[in-house]
């Protein structure tokens, strides 16, 4: 089994549709979980830093977290054409250095 | 928000030369800091892990003296890709990590090598 598995995509939904993006994890020792935005040619932005169970909101853009099931989501409402990118999740133990699952790319259509 | 600057964002050389590739963090000291490598459409790779004033730790497989890491100071890492070759072109990402525990990395616009 792999330590981080996230749905490839790529994804392409109309402007103003919600957006899901979510990632599996095996590593019960994962303690911090993030999700990265990359824009082509770009490095990664960090959008969400969460690090316990639950929702954490910001704006259009809402993380959540299960540790129970080893699962994370981003959450995407009101999508714009900007936010066509590649989402990556990242998880850290906080002892090692982040494992990052491959990326969704997301088209937005206006 | 945390800014992390790296420069060059794009170069061009002939094979055999050597390229350095500089990572600073602008508001806030790094004691640490990371190198990537990023291939067309697939994640980020970790090259290294640099240590201000002390050694980097490299992952599996890649060459320590291919790849030349210097962390001199708080807000400057560099990565040189020496005698370089075609197969080095590739996306060169470097990233900070803030002080305090636990804090999520922040991440340089990636530098973009093309060897020809």
């Known amino acids: 089994q792999k330590e981080v598995e996230q749905d490839p995509g790529p994804l392409s939904v109309p402007e103003g549709a919600i957006v899901s993006l979510n990632c599996t994890y095996s590593?019960?020792?994962?303690?911090?979980f993030m999700w990265y935005r990359q824009y082509s040619r770009k490095g990664p932005e960090l959008l969400m830093y969460?690090?316990?169970?639950g929702n954490k909101e910001d704006g259009r853009f809402t993380a959540q977290v299960d540790k129970s099931s080893k699962y994370i989501s981003l959450f995407i409402r009101d999508s714009q054409p900007s936010d066509s990118a590649t989402y990556l999740c990242?998880?850290?133990?906080?002892?090692?250095?982040?494992?990052f699952g491959k990326g969704t790319r997301l088209s937005v259509i206006a | 928000g945390a800014v992390v600057s790296q420069h060059p964002s794009w170069v061009i050389c002939k094979s055999g030369t050597s390229v350095k590739i500089e990572c600073r963090s602008l508001?806030?000291?790094?004691?640490?800091m990371f190198w990537y490598r990023q291939f067309p459409k697939q994640s980020l790779m970790l090259m290294a892990t640099?240590?201000?004033?002390?050694?980097?730790?490299?992952e599996q497989g890649v060459e320590k003296d291919k790849f030349l890491i210097n962390h001199a100071s708080l807000t400057l890492s560099t990565l040189t890709v020496t005698s370089a070759h075609p197969e080095d072109s590739s996306f060169y990402i470097c990233?900070?990590?803030?002080?305090?525990?636990?804090?999520?990395?922040?991440f340089g616009d990636g530098t973009r090598l093309s060897i020809l």
């Open positions: 990233s900070a990590e803030p002080p305090g525990s636990n804090q999520p990395q922040h």
């Open positions: 590593n019960s020792a994962f303690q911090y």
């Open positions: 969460t690090y316990s169970s």
């Open positions: 990242a998880f850290s133990t906080g002892n090692t250095p982040l494992v």
């Open positions: 508001d806030f000291q790094a004691t640490t």
């Open positions: 640099s240590n201000e004033g002390s050694k980097a730790t490299y």
